[in-house]
């Protein structure tokens, strides 16, 4: 059964590039085949895969306004299970011709449409603010998985994405739901951290929270390198956390 999962939050520095990726390919290294599709602008996913092509014609704008085959946009990665469709700079430009289109926001429900089969799991990184491909994805997607910081000031932006779900479940997609809370920047032994945990479950229950990410450097270098964190450091806490989320999220049917 082929899954459809995005990686979002509508607040930055959440670590939701770091989860996208990581999670990618933990669900890889698994032995599932995945396709990452990145939806940011910035490319962030994108250049933590290590691909750094600029060839015309080679991403996801491409792919939504030219009507691309699919075979010529998607890339493949340091695995063979796991593939990417890259993003660039041009989907500003789709974000400033098409966002007054509502048929727009469908492009990419419709696009995923096209794509094979052979995908046990395709997983959207999302930009960090409420755009058009942000929406887009969100329709196109069966599963949320939220990625956010264990500070007070995050949980306001947990409310909105809650909100937002609530909306696209209403007008575009009755099937979709949040599937998982993923903390990240973990501290185990902060109150804060804590605390913010049980606000969480005392608002959408306990089987919502997923594994948290600790706090681990390895995970801030990775993307320098535009590495996962299982190529730049396996026995990091990091590669430990992200490969027992990916467990979490397989059983989670």
Known sequence: MQRILSISNRKGGS????????????????GNNVLLIDTDPQAHATLSLGIKSREKGKDLYTLLTNGKQLGEIIHDTYLKTLKIIPASRKLTAFERDFSKMKEAR????????????????????????????????????NEVFIPMQTHFLAMEGLAEMV???????KIYNPNI???????????????????????????????????PVRVN??????????????QYNAKSNGAYDYLTIAKQIKDKL
């Open 15 to 30: 670590g939701k590039t770091t989860t996208a990726v990581n999670i990618s390919a933990a669900l890889a290294h698994m």
């Open 217 to 230: 450097i390895s995970l801030a270098e990775a993307p320098g390198y535009g590495k996962t964190i299982f």
């Open 163 to 169: 909100q937002l779900i609530n909306q696209i479940r």
């Open 177 to 211: 739901k949040i599937k998982g809370i993923i903390p990240t920047f973990f501290k185990e032994k902060t109150k804060l951290s804590r605390s913010i945990i049980l606000e969480i479950i005392k608002n959408l229950g306990k089987g919502i929270i997923l594994h």
């Open 106 to 141: 469908l492009l990419l429900a419709n696009t995923v449409e096209r794509i094979s089969s052979e995908f046990e799991y395709i997983i959207f990184d999302t930009p960090p603010t409420l755009t058009l491909m942000n929406i887009s994805a969100l329709i196109a997607s």
